[in-house]
């Protein structure tokens, strides 16, 4: 149980264009789900907390027009780069409060982000 | 001050040995706690949990808590060549609507030497 799922696990693109990246709790349902960026040799950054139905909380420094979340069911929370710049990249990982114990947190595998 | 602090290391154990990784926070009023490994490039794996005072074991994991003293341990045991990755020791916020926000630590690198 608690399985989480990111898409894509890597992605290239050129400086400018805009990414997506989805985050799927795979067998429970997810009211709560979390985005983290992670760059060489540091730890997880909390950027946003995302509330099926609701906008995102962003943390401070965090631009929201340029990391646009949607989490519009109990399963899925998208995370769009928009005009991704070569210092968008990173290590992006989604995670998903469970749903017996909401003090924890599940993991997905991760989306590393290259910007050319 | 950091939120939550851990020895970057390298730790480095031989195999069999017991691994003692240690982690301290700074908010009074946390209330869970976390330890995630993680694997070079990968993401972040739950290993345990602790809310209360004490220890809790679970194989060959051995969460420790005290929170007078703002500290929460994870001793691993018969260390295997496998352990070796980065423990992340993470800590819930103890301000009301936090929205169990988890506060990572930097991490402590293991290798478990044979």
């Known amino acids: 149980g608690a399985v989480v799922s990111q898409h894509p696990s890597w992605v290239i693109c050129k400086s400018g264009t805009s990414v997506k990246i989805e985050c799927r709790s795979l067998d429970f349902q997810a009211t709560t789900m979390f985005w983290y960026r992670q760059f060489p040799k540091q730890s997880l950054m909390l950027m946003a907390t995302s509330n099926e139905g609701s906008k995102a909380t962003y943390e401070q420094g965090v631009e929201k027009d340029k990391f646009l979340i949607n989490h519009a069911s109990l399963t899925l929370s998208t995370l769009t780069v928009t005009s991704a710049h070569p210092e968008d990249s990173s290590f992006y990982i989604c995670s998903a409060r469970g749903d017996r114990d909401f003090n924890e947190q599940f993991f997905g595998p991760g989306t590393r982000l290259t910007v050319l | 001050q950091k939120e939550v602090e851990q020895n970057s290391g390298p730790l480095s154990v031989p195999e069999g040995a017991i691994a003692s990784l240690n982690c301290t926070y700074s908010d009074r009023g946390s209330q869970s706690f976390f330890w995630y490994r993680q694997y070079s490039g990968k993401s972040p794996e739950l290993i345990m949990s602790?809310?209360?005072?004490g220890d809790k074991e679970d194989g060959r994991f051995t969460a420790q808590l005290n929170k007078a003293s703002q500290y929460v341990s994870l001793l691993i045991r018969d260390s295997q060549p496998s352990d070796s990755a980065t423990y992340l020791c993470a800590v819930t916020s103890g301000l009301t609507g936090g929205g169990n926000k988890l506060t990572f630590g930097t991490g402590t690198q293991l290798k478990v030497e044979l």
């Open positions: 602790i809310y209360s005072n």
